[in-house]
Structures are given as C-alpha cells and as structure tokens.
C-alpha cells in the first residue's frame, strides 16, 4: 500500500502560480505511475496529467497543456505539479492517485490509491 497527501493548494488570482505536491510513504513510490485529477462542483472527476515511473513519460490533458507541468523526485517520494497561467475554470479540488504499474493512464479507474484533495481557487 502507498499512502497519498497532498499540498499547496489555495487562493490566488488569475495569472498567479501554484504548485501542489503529493507526499507518498509506504511501498516504494519508484514502482508507481502517479496522476494528476480535479474536480470542479457539479462536474466529474477528470484527469489533468500523469507520469510514468521512471519520469520518461508525461502526458496532459488539453486545458492545461503548456500551463501546467508534472514532475516527480522518487528520491523524495514526491510528485508535483507546477501550474502557471491560472484561469478560473481550474478551480478545483485537486488529487494525487497512483497505481503499481509503469506506464502512466488518462483513466481514473485506472488508479487504486488517492489522496484526500487539496482545494485551488483562481479568482477573477
């Protein structure tokens, strides 16, 4: 089992930069693919983006290609992302998710150990 908590999440205006991190402790974070979803009120869960385990592989959803940047340091146990540009509809709870295997998926099924959220809000 791995345990997920996430960070660096707040307030902030449009334009403004956040970058949120995911702690993980337990079996060793080398051996997950980690990913990146949000949920806005009223709307599904929807991936943001996912990194394989070794790093060699990133992939984005569309909004937030070019604006946000996943990242991860197995030495610290720790996946980030980096998020510029901030508008509005980014507002969301943000988790961290992983899974056991070596390529990163788009599916949220996909993934079997979550964190609990951290809120983003991007004021206009």
């Known amino acids: 089992q791995v345990q997920l908590v996430e960070s660096g999440g707040g307030l902030v205006q449009a334009g403004d930069s956040l970058r949120l991190s995911c702690a993980a402790s337990g079996r060793t974070f080398s051996s997950y693919a980690m990913g990146w979803f949000r949920q806005a009120p009223g709307k599904e869960r929807m991936f943001v983006a996912g990194?394989?385990?070794?790093?060699?592989?990133?992939r984005y959803a569309g909004p937030v290609q070019d604006r946000f940047t996943i990242s991860r340091d197995n030495a610290k146990n720790t996946v980030y992302l980096q998020m510029n540009s901030l508008k509005p509809e980014d507002t969301a709870v943000y988790y961290c998710?992983?899974?056991?295997?070596?390529?990163?998926?788009?599916?949220?099924?996909?993934?079997?150990?979550w964190g609990q959220g951290t809120q983003v809000t991007v004021s206009s």
């Open positions: 990194i394989s385990r070794s790093g060699g592989t990133r």
């Open positions: 998710a992983a899974v056991e295997v070596r390529m990163v998926s788009v599916v949220s099924d996909y993934y079997n150990h």
